[in-house]
């Protein structure tokens, strides 16, 4: 049973940082990529950072300069470092982790609430 779980959620100023943890387990089969996406009231959810293991690191260009995406392999652990952060930020984080042949697995979300 692949579990895929978040953490680091929380309140945080205009200006501020945060950062996400997210843990895949149980599976037997490589990871093929490891992301974040947001979802904001009302809007739809939309990618904010990816790996695809081995191959590349890519971004959302409202995110590009502020946020950092990074693994541990020896962890299936991969992190979201969020600097500069902004109240349209706002949003529920969501993990992904990609594990072929079986498809794309999701944690829970945790909520990020940028307010002064």
């Known amino acids: 049973q692949v579990q895929v779980v978040e953490s680091g959620g929380g309140l945080v100023q205009p200006g501020g940082s945060l950062r996400l943890s997210c843990a895949a387990s149980g599976s037997d089969f490589s990871i093929r990529a490891m992301g974040w996406y947001r979802q904001a009231p009302g809007k739809e959810r939309e990618l904010v950072a990816v790996?695809?293991?081995?191959?590349?690191?890519n971004y959302a260009d409202s995110v590009k300069g502020r946020f950092t995406i990074s693994r541990d392999n020896a962890k299936n652990t991969v992190y979201l470092q969020m600097n500069r952060l902004q109240p349209e930020d706002t949003a529920v984080y969501y993990c992904h982790a990609d594990i072929p042949p079986h498809g794309r697995y999701w944690g829970q979300g945790t909520q990020v609430t940028v307010s002064s």
């Open positions: 790996i695809i293991i081995g191959v590349s690191t």
